[in-house]
């Protein structure tokens, strides 16, 4: 079992950037793929980055060049560094695990743990 607890969401202002983390439950952390998903109103979750066990990386093309995924295993957590944010990254962000596969899917039916997400704005 894992829990997940998003953090770092907020207000910026386009061209901004914020930090989101992923903080991670459980013993065996360093062996859960970790993905983040995002979700604005009225629209469908979408894929945005996600980092295999062993630090395989993957990312959307709409954020590809922009967001910067990571973990600390020391720290079982996860980081999402976004730059030069843009109003249609403005959504609900989560982070989701899993721990049995080691790629970096990004398909949302593969996670099996869920946070609770964290609210990112972007807008002047």
């Known amino acids: 079992q894992v829990q997940l607890v998003e953090s770092g969401g907020g207000l910026v202002q386009p061209g901004g950037s914020l930090r989101l983390s992923c903080a991670a439950s459980g013993r065996t952390f360093s062996r859960y793929a970790i993905g983040w998903f995002r979700q604005a109103p009225g629209k469908e979750r979408e894929f945005v980055a996600a980092?295999?066990?062993?630090?395989?990386?993957r990312y959307a093309d709409s954020v590809k060049g922009r967001f910067t995924i990571s973990r600390d295993n020391a720290k079982n957590t996860v980081y999402l560094q976004m730059n030069s944010l843009k109003p249609e990254d403005t959504a609900v962000y989560y982070c989701a695990a899993d721990g049995t596969m080691s790629w970096a899917s990004m398909d949302l039916y593969d996670y099996d743990y869920w946070g609770q997400g964290t609210q990112v704005t972007v807008s002047s």
């Open positions: 980092i295999s066990w062993s630090g395989n990386t």
